[in-house]
């Protein structure tokens, strides 16, 4: 299986590659366009701040690239915010590809949310074997409102979609590559798709 | 609802796991890989290595040490010990930490915290903070309680907290090694103080402890080494009576 782990210089990666190296794939890292068109599997990851995340895919030309991707793409952490409309960090626009838009948590509570928070409400094939109310590991400050796309719900301070998924592309907030057996069975299920 | 965190800490020293380990069917409780896999088949939800290496080749081993463990663990894991520049963290991260943590670094230089938080964003930016009550003033000391600053705990954290830190690991040096329990009185002002998560280190002998850091002392994790290590507290036992007790937890 040909997975390739689009590499644009956001954050830490090498935790996603070796998750998968776990589950016996040796995901590439690359952001070359033919390569990535070419691969089975896509994992868009992301870690740090939108705005400055959304310039380095437009300067690589990505940004025109990944709406267009026929195959599973799974976007992770900010990569599934990147996904959507808009966010409010930078105030970014985002690729468009889900229907919701991405808002920072009040200080009502901790921000950001850091740690082992549940997901409900599990609606896609990415959570086959997976029990309601697992436990997935998050940080971030900013969260994508419900919508028709959201496929997993997780509460904190509000309601907010967890993952979302449209035709073949999926997002998630939570991190499967650090979220114990739970997380590597999304993983794996994503391999499946 | 989110849960309270229960975190292993681990001292490193250049490249074994320090401070007599005595853990269950491990055969080489020195190795640092062995030990973090089996707290994550345990239930820990999370580790925290520190390094206390004093040499430069100590410092290479960590890192990687530091790769080893993001090959084979599968929970978030902290680096901590030693950090005093963007270049020190961004090999740390490159290899797979998930955090890092500065302590007399940013004491010294506090625009380090604001600079890793601008390059990798707040969220992988623990700021570890030691301190001890003298005259009923919370005063913050470097290297491991040796050396007094002029700063305030509240003060600090709250600067911190601006500058860009996404966690504050707090170490009460009255409390640490007595196993009599967490500071709560100084975790629960810090609470009120700052909006970003506070770790709790220092002093968890029994389980009422935690269960009184996450009451009384509002913390969002709670660290400990040696109870875990010599299994004097079952991790999974006590997350089980955390639950009973009605304390959000993982399990």
Redesign the interface.
């Known amino acids: 299986m040909n997975v390739v782990i689009i590499n644009y210089g956001a954050?830490?990666i090498?935790?996603i590659q070796?998750?998968f190296?776990?589950l016996g794939v040796d995901a590439i890292l690359s952001n070359n366009p033919e390569k990535i068109e070419s691969a089975d599997k896509i994992i868009f990851p992301g870690?740090?701040?939108a705005s400055s995340a959304m310039k380095m895919l437009k300067n690589s030309g990505l940004d025109i690239l990944i709406p267009k991707l026929k195959l599973p793409v799974l976007g992770i952490c900010l990569g599934m915010q990147l996904m959507c409309l808009e966010t409010e960090e930078g105030n970014t626009e985002g690729l468009g590809i889900f229907n919701t838009k991405v808002k920072r948590f009040s200080?009502s509570s901790?921000?950001?949310?850091?740690?082992?928070?549940?997901i409900y409400n599990l609606k896609s094939e990415l959570f086959k074997n997976v029990n309601e109310y697992e436990?997935m590991?998050l940080?971030?400050?900013y969260y994508a409102e419900n919508c028709q796309e959201c496929i997993s719900t997780t509460?904190?301070q509000l309601e907010y979609a967890s993952a979302l998924q449209k035709n073949n592309f999926y997002g998630v907030q939570f991190?499967p590559?650090?979220?114990?057996?739970a997380?590597?069975q999304i993983l794996k299920n994503f391999l499946e798709l | 609802m989110l849960t309270k965190r229960i975190i292993p800490c681990l001292d490193i020293k250049n490249g074994r796991t320090v401070k007599g380990i005595n853990f269950m069917d491990l055969r080489d409780a020195g190795d640092p890989v062995a030990l973090a896999k089996k707290y994550a088949t345990i239930g820990a939800d999370e580790l925290v290595f520190l390094d206390i290496s004093a040499t430069r080749e100590g410092r290479k081993t960590m890192q990687d040490l530091v790769l080893k463990v993001a090959e084979q663990v599968n929970i978030p894991f902290t680096v901590g010990g030693g950090i005093s520049s963007v270049e020190d963290v961004d090999i740390l991260l490159k290899n797979g930490a998930d955090k890092i943590s500065v302590n007399s670094s940013a004491v010294k230089r506090p625009e380090l915290i604001n600079e890793l938080a601008n390059r990798y964003g707040s969220q992988c930016v623990v700021v570890a903070i030691d301190a001890k009550k003298n005259n009923d003033e919370w005063i913050v000391y470097l290297a491991g309680g040796t050396i007094r600053t002029k700063l305030n705990l509240f003060d600090w954290a709250k600067e911190v907290e601006q500058l860009g830190a996404g966690e504050i690991l707090f170490t009460s040096m009255n409390n640490d090694g007595t196993k009599k329990g967490f500071a709560n009185g100084a975790l629960a002002k810090l609470s009120t103080l700052v909006n970003i998560p506070i770790i709790a280190s220092g002093g968890a002998g029994t389980v009422q402890h935690f269960t009184d850091v996450f009451r009384r002392g509002n913390a969002d994790a709670a660290l400990a080494a040696s109870v875990f290590h010599f299994g004097e507290i079952d991790i999974i036992d006590l997350k089980q009576e955390l639950k009973n007790k009605n304390i959000e937890v993982r399990l």
């Not at chain 1, 901790?110 to 549940?118: R, S």
């Not at chain 1, 590559?177 to 057996?181: D, H």
């Open positions: 954050g830490n090498k935790s070796f998750a190296k776990r870690v740090g701040e200080t901790k921000v950001p949310q850091m740690g082992w928070n549940t436990f590991y940080v971030h400050s509460n904190y991190h590559e650090k979220s114990s057996q997380g590597e």
